[in-house]
């Protein structure tokens, strides 16, 4: 299997940047997820595919809009009516949903060459997410395992919380780099690190 | 220690000195001082000239409202001009400017402007330079001779053109609750609502919260006023629940309690920290709000009222009490209620001679009597002052007995020396935030103010906003105010600190004006006097909206905060009715002057984003040029030394034509329709059939909009029973998937489709040309590629050096053709597989310039046709509109003006002089290039055809079929480009389609 | 403004685009009545007040909502999946040529 060409590759910095004399206020990563899948389902068949979700990639995902599973190997959230977003550090999930969703469930759509995994995380997660997303972002409004989709101008963004002070946010490849690149423009204030 | 600094007292910090510039002269300050304070305390009382008259200006306040001493500050080659000195905080190597003098603040040539003053008056403008042209001089032309003179006359500070280097960000927060202001109210509300556990922000627009408090001679719970209020903070601070915004002044109140507020983050400093932004915009969005703003203290409109030494009263209270700098050292006070007593009391105990207080009121209370007596040399109640002395500073005042129940002055004037003069004349609520989330403003007679109105969004108001002025109203609506916005059970306002304060009367005598000769000035920032109301009035402009615009008050950048009031009851008495009919103007975003820089934040420049396809570094490393394509990024051409864009191109488009090239096709737009209802669901939306098409195979589709034209076209491709892949053109791709999800959401909520965006998980490459295949055959595994394997329109899967692929071939170019889509993640490693693949067969990669050449010899049609006001018909494509089933815009596009015969239609044009052709340039039948007339069409697209060996363009013709083998003219005037033409078939090249079918 | 969206919450109006006006219905598919197709593309109501307007949650969760506006005061009154209420559009129909 070839690998994934990074669209981050030339602007990949890794070390401490910015003002981090006094810490490291976020640490911004690549998490290059083997597979990132959605899954749709058709009106009145959402617990299917949760049902799905559970027996292909063993989580459980809570009711109610944006409910999510959090995980380092696998996680999984709801981004919009009747749709999830399913990822994995292996490859071939897509193919492992189309064995087991049936047409009269739902729709599995392969976009692991398609979006770009960004994670966030540390202190000032919060306030450096601040500056580009309009949505509450404290733990009470955004608990840990949600999803949300969201936008910045053209930046269109899904976001799981993956821990108190863990984001990890989905964004389309083609945007990958600006926004990458904004998003270390943006922790400078706070001092980042690439890792 | 400096001439005005007082021995001891104040907040500033005087073991620290700071260093900084004023008109090229070096001064000192302390740390804690406002550019204002810090100039008064070097004795500097000449701050700027007047906008109009150039008159000479002083320091009239001590914060926001400040109408007179702007000043410019220059960092590097950058200006930011406007700024009020009250509001700068000093630090070492700030450089600031006087405004609007020439050549020097002190020798101002403009003030000769007061001589003309009568002439200056309101309206000036358009008295003086509109209407009818007559004679040289007149009108719009006298206007059009003097511009130059009066706009270097006429002004405020000019700003820079040197870019902007600072940072500038923004910032979205949430909250329970948003208080406005810091002084003892917003405190307590703040302290309130935290302990409930509420999510709380502060936002305080000076450097130091604690407003009032940290100016007034007051003790709360047993210490003075500052002491507390610094204590509060720190137990403020310490909260996780509470964000303190210091320096963050709150501008605009929007809908859906949303609050627009910038934070100078480091305006006070004199180097940025490292990604530090200079200004942050905050756009909160808070369950309720609590309006602790205060009031503004209002000056008397009185002839010489804007002389170098006038003061506002409480202005005066803060400059001695918290920057320990007194503003005279003889000092007489004017006005019209008790609260000016206050800055009496204040200033002579720091050592000024308080030389008179002249008090419009006869009668005053026993508590500003105890006052007087004890401090002030003489006590002139019923007096007003009709005139100051002096030049560029108070040198004495003119007072005359004054009756306030026919507001006239009787009797003789006479002089009392003073360098100078305080004046109150009541206090403003400081109600704009909430007026502009309000109902109209409510007039308080006793007052003679306006309070709050009536919300209309979730907020409260405590302190002096509602016209309670005691520190011990403002701490206890201030608890009640917190308490309720976040919801606490628990207001048990037992144990509220306690304010040991006088006990002076808020209500001031319903007197704004002195009437005596002189200027009186009004709106001081804009030049405008209580004369100027008065004429505006004559002239017939009784509203008061018009007023304001006609004499321009309260219109300058401190958008009247010192003169609306004032400018109101002007005109209410001039019209003759109570204040409250008159009604007062709206209060309209911004409170406070706000940055463009922080508006923009990171909407600017070069951090724009960027679409960059899979294979973008190979470009760039290969030499393409690239050429924006809405925020994509696309090759144009990959030019060699030496070449022209036109001989890059025409290089490429033959090499394509006679072997083989690669092109970059990630950008056109691709949805994943899938579902039970995918086919029947593309039958409703393209104009042709889908349902029929076998898996495994792809089409050419049109979509028309509702009304019958054209919207897009592309391919799709039809990978398994219920999973389509669909193309669309790379400038429609949001557009088309809008549209489709539109059509699923609301008019066919019964189809089970889901439409997916992939336009990012493909990456894309055309390889066109004779010899497309036989790169391929040389590439592809797990897949053959031949004729039979795939034909036109055919589909196969198969692997590029192990990354897997699909290939579908079609062709844009005419020529063989294939599209290759692997995984985006895998697109550069396709491509360079590809090329050196191609390698032994002279393979090439092509930019936008020659896809663009080969698709007009061609014939085919883009965005440039397909341009919203082309038909399926238009375009020659008829042929695909089904008549066996209906589909989006079938029922209208056979409406009458749709077929006419003279529409304008897709035709082919040759130069016939040789000469390149511009899209956008117009055909027209006439020989006449002088005047060119009588447009019948206009050119879409051009180019340099290697096949024809002409210069060859596709244009939209009226009743353009009918026209071919006619000749007419390009006329492009603004080019200067007029010559012969011929009208011909789009198809240039190749109309059978056999190189492509081959 | 601020716009509820029912799956992903109290949203910045930034985030949303206006589909238009919420009280059309789309004629039959073969249906001939140029009038019927004219005020289905065409005619648009402008009320000073409430208002059924169609919302696309472009920048979130992408649904399509039926949004009960008032055009004076931006108070948004209503708002449901467009989705849920397309069974019950008939409700909104209203005759050839009326206005508001």
Request: with cysteine; net charge neutral; hydrophobic share 40%.
């Given at each position: 299997?070839?690998?994934?060409e990074s ?10 940047h910015?003002?981090?004399?006094a ?11 083997g ?11 959402e617990k299917a595919?949760?049902?799905a979700?559970k ?24 981004f ?7 990822i ?6 897509a193919?492992?949903f189309t ?22 995380a540390?202190p ?11 949505i ?6 955004f608990?840990?395992g949600?999803?949300?989709s ?5 930046i269109?963004v ?5 821990a ?7 964004v ?8 990458w690149?904004?998003?270390c423009?943006?922790?400078?204030e ?6 | 220690?400096?001439?005005?600094r007082a021995?001891?007292g ?16 070096q001064f ?7 550019l204002?304070?810090?100039l ?7 701050f700027?000239?007047s906008f109009?008259?150039?008159?000479p ?10 109408p ?19 509001t ?7 450089t ?17 402007n007061?001589?003309?003053g009568?002439?200056l008056s ?8 509109m209407g009818?042209v007559?004679?040289p001089?007149?009108?719009?032309r ?31 927060a949430?909250c ?12 307590m509300?703040a302290?309130?609502?935290?302990e409930?556990?509420?999510?709380v922000?502060l936002a305080?627009?000076e450097?130091?919260?604690g407003g009032s ?5 007051e ?7 500052a002491?507390?209020?610094s204590s ?10 509470v964000r ?10 929007y ?9 100078r983050v480091?305006?006070h400093?004199s ?5 530090e932004?200079?200004h ?8 309720t709000v ?5 009031a503004?203290?209002?000056?008397l ?15 005066a209270r803060r400059?001695v ?8 050292e ?10 000016a ?16 207080i ?7 209370s ?6 007087a ?6 006590h002139?109640t019923?007096?007003?002052v ?14 005359q007995?004054?009756?306030i129940?026919?507001?006239s ?5 006479r002089?009392l ?9 009541g206090?403003s609520?400081?109600i704009?935030?909430a ?7 409510v ?14 969004q979730?907020?409260?108001a405590a302190?002096?906003?509602?016209g309670?002025?005691s520190t011990?109203?403002a701490?206890s609506?201030g608890?009640a ?8 059970k ?6 509220l ?9 808020p ?5 704004f ?7 009186a ?5 804009h ?7 008065r004429?505006?009035h004559r002239e ?5 909206e018009?007023l ?21 009851a ?14 007062t103007?709206?209060f309209?975003?911004p409170?406070a002057p706000?940055?463009v820089g ?9 951090i724009?984003?960027?679409r ?10 290969n030499?393409?040029?690239l ?6 990024h ?5 030019g060699?030394a ?5 001989q890059?191109y025409?290089?490429?488009t033959?090499?394509v034509r006679g ?10 737009g691709k949805?994943?329709?899938q579902?039970p ?5 593309l ?9 029929t ?6 089409r050419?589709?049109l ?5 019958g ?8 491709w039809?990978?398994g ?10 400038a ?5 998937m809008?549209?489709?999800e539109?059509?699923l ?18 990456a ?12 391929l ?6 897949t053959?590629?031949?004729n ?7 589909i196969?899967h198969?692997?590029?050096d ?6 579908c ?11 290759v889509?692997?995984g985006?993640g895998?697109?550069?490693h ?5 090329m ?5 067969f ?6 936008l310039?020659a896809?663009g050449t ?5 014939g085919h049609?883009?965005?440039?046709e ?11 494509l008829d042929?695909?509109l ?10 209208m596009?056979?409406r009458e ?6 529409r304008?239609?897709l ?8 000469r390149?052709?511009n ?6 039948e006439h020989l ?5 007339h ?17 210069y060859i363009?596709l244009a939209?013709?009226?009743g ?6 006619s000749?007419?003219f390009?006329?492009?005037p ?12 789009h ?7 056999s190189?492509?079918h081959? | 403004?601020?716009?509820t969206?029912?799956y992903?919450?109290?949203r910045n ?8 006006d ?7 598919p ?5 009038a ?7 005619d ?8 059924h ?8 969760c992408r649904?399509h909502l ?9 108070v ?11 069974h ?13």
């Open positions: 299997m070839v690998e994934q669209p981050l590759k030339p602007v990949w910095q890794p070390g401490s910015g003002n981090f004399a810490g490291i206020g976020v640490y911004l990563s690549e998490s290059a997820p597979s990132i899948v959605q899954l749709a389902a058709w009106a009145g068949k595919v949760l049902q979700i027996a292909v990639a063993g989580l459980k995902l809570p009711d109610g809009a944006g409910g999510g599973a959090p995980g380092e190997a696998r996680a999984a959230f709801g919009a009516p009747g749709k999830f977003l399913v994995d550090e292996q490859e071939g999930l193919e492992r064995q087991a969703l049936d047409i009269e469930t739902g729709t599995v759509t392969d976009l692991s060459h398609g979006r770009t995994a960004i994670r966030i540390g000032k997660a919060e306030w450096v997410l601040s500056k580009f997303f309009a509450d972002f404290s733990a009470t409004a608990p840990i949600a999803g949300r969201t936008v910045h101008h053209e269109f899904h976001i799981q919380r993956s108190p002070t863990q984001f990890e946010l989905y389309f490849r083609s945007f990958a780099r600006s926004f690149q904004a998003l423009r943006a922790s400078e706070v001092g980042y690190e690439v890792q | 220690m400096s001439p005005r021995t001891a104040g907040r500033i910090d005087r073991q620290r000195t700071i260093r900084f510039t004023f008109d090229g002269h000192t300050g302390h740390a804690g001082d406002t204002a304070s810090a008064l305390a070097n004795g500097v009382t000449l700027g000239r109009k008259y150039h008159r200006r002083g320091v009239m306040t001590a914060g926001v409202n400040e007179n001493a702007l000043v410019t500050i220059v960092n590097g080659g950058v200006r930011e001009p406007n700024i009020p000195a009250t700068v905080e000093i630090f070492d190597g700030l600031a400017e006087s405004q609007n003098r020439f050549p020097t603040l002190s020798y101002d040539i403009g003030a000769l007061q001589l003309g009568r002439l309101a309206g000036f403008y358009y008295k003086t330079f009818p007559i004679g001089l007149k009108g719009t006298l206007w059009m001779a003097c511009e130059y003179f009066i706009r270097r006359a006429a002004g405020l500070g000019s700003a820079g053109l040197e870019k902007d280097p600072a940072r500038y960000e923004r910032m979205n949430f329970d609750v948003l208080v406005v202001g810091s002084g003892p109210a917003g405190l509300a302290q309130a609502a935290a409930s556990g509420a999510r922000i305080e627009l450097a130091v919260p408090a940290n100016w007034s001679d003790a709360i719970d047993g210490m003075p006023a002491k507390w209020a509060a903070v720190g137990k403020l601070k310490a909260l996780e629940n303190l915004l210091p320096r963050t002044t709150v501008w605009g109140y809908d859906d309690n949303t609050l627009a507020a910038v934070e480091t305006d400093k180097a940025p920290a490292k990604g932004p200079r942050r915009h905050w756009t909160i969005r808070a369950q609590v309006l602790a703003t205060g503004l203290e209002r000056p409109v009185f002839p010489g009222n804007d002389r170098p030494g006038v003061m506002l009263a409480d202005a400059y009490n918290q920057f320990g700098v007194l503003p005279g003889k000092i007489a006070i004017f006005t019209n209620n008790d609260s007593y206050r800055a009496a009391h204040a200033l002579k105990k720091a050592g000024a001679a308080i030389v008179a002249i008090d419009l009121r006869r009668e005053v026993d508590a500003a009597r105890q006052i007596a004890s401090v002030v040399g003489e002139l019923g007096h007003a009709v005139a100051t002395e002096g030049g560029k500073q108070v040198s004495g005042i003119k007072v007995p004054f009756d129940a026919t507001a002055v009787s009797g003789d004037p002089s020396h003073a360098d100078c003069l305080l004046v109150s004349g206090w609520p400081t704009h935030l007026s502009q989330a309000g109902l109209k403003p007039w308080i007679e006793q007052l003679q103010a306006f309070l709050p109105p009536q919300p209309t979730k907020w409260l302190g002096a906003i509602t309670s002025f011990q109203e701490i609506q608890h105010a917190g308490a309720k916005a976040a919801d606490s628990s207001a048990e306002p037992g144990d600190p306690i304010a040991d304060a006088d006990s002076l009367d209500c001031p005598a319903p007197i004006e002195i009437k005596a000769p002189g200027k000035f009004v709106d001081h920032q030049d405008v006097t209580a004369d100027d109301v004429l505006a017939g402009f009784v509203s008061v018009h304001k615009r006609y004499t321009t008050l309260g219109m300058a950048t401190d958008q009247g905060k010192t003169s609306n009031v004032p400018g109101l002007i005109m209410a008495e001039t019209l003759g009715k109570p204040i409250p009919e008159v009604g103007t709206r309209r975003p409170f706000v940055s922080a508006l923009a934040a990171e909407r600017y420049g070069d724009r984003p960027e960059l396809t899979p294979m973008h570094d190979w470009h760039v490393e030499g393409a040029t050429y924006a394509a809405g925020l994509w696309r090759p144009m051409i990959y060699l030496g070449e022209t864009v036109e890059a025409v290089r490429e033959k090499a072997g083989v090239g690669l092109v970059d096709v990630s950008t056109l949805i994943a329709v579902g209802d995918a086919a029947a669901f039958d409703r939306v393209y104009t042709n059939m889908f349902s098409l076998a898996v495994g195979k792809a050419y589709g979509m028309l909009r509702e009304d034209f054209v919207l897009d076209d592309g391919t799709t039809r990978l029973e219920h999973d389509f892949l669909m193309t669309t053109t790379t429609n791709a949001g557009k088309v809008q549209h489709l539109y059509l959401d609301v008019v066919w909520p019964e189809l089970r489709v889901h439409l997916t965006s992939v336009t990012d998980q493909w894309g490459a055309a390889i066109s040309g004779p010899k497309s295949r036989e790169v055959a040389a590439c592809v595994t797990g053959a590629v031949d039979d394997a795939l034909p036109f329109m055919g196969v198969g692997e590029i192990g990354a897997p692929v699909m290939i071939r079609l062709s844009f170019s005419g020529e063989l053709a294939y599209e889509y692997c985006a895998h697109g550069t396709v491509w360079a597989t590809l050196k693949g191609g390698e032994n002279g393979i090439v990669p092509y930019g310039e896809l080969m698709r007009i010899e061609k049609v883009t965005g440039a397909i341009d919203g006001r082309t038909t399926a018909r238009d375009l020659h042929w695909m089904s008549k066996k089933k209906p589909f989006i815009g079938s029922a596009m056979d003006g749709l077929l006419a015969e003279d304008l239609q035709v082919g044009i040759i130069s016939l002089d040789n390149p052709l899209g956008g340039a117009h055909i027209v006449d290039e002088a005047n060119p009588g447009s019948i069409g206009h050119l879409t697209a051009a180019c340099y055809s290697p096949v024809l060996g002409r363009g939209l013709v009226s353009g079929k009918a026209r071919h083998g000749r007419a390009v006329s492009d603004l080019r200067r480009r007029f010559g012969p033409i011929e009208i011909v078939s198809h240039f090249y190749d109309p059978e389609g190189r492509m081959g | 403004m601020l716009i969206c029912p992903c919450g109290p109006v930034s985030e949303y685009t206006y589909q238009g919420g009280n059309r219905t789309r004629p039959d073969a249906s001939t009545d140029q019927a197709w004219n005020e289905y593309v065409y648009r109501l402008n009320p000073a007040g409430d208002h307007e169609i919302w696309q949650h472009s920048g979130g649904a039926r949004v009960t506006r008032n055009t004076l005061t931006h948004v009154t209503e708002v449901s999946f467009a989705r849920d209420a397309g019950r559009k008939s409700e909104r129909h209203r005759k050839p040529g009326a206005h508001a």
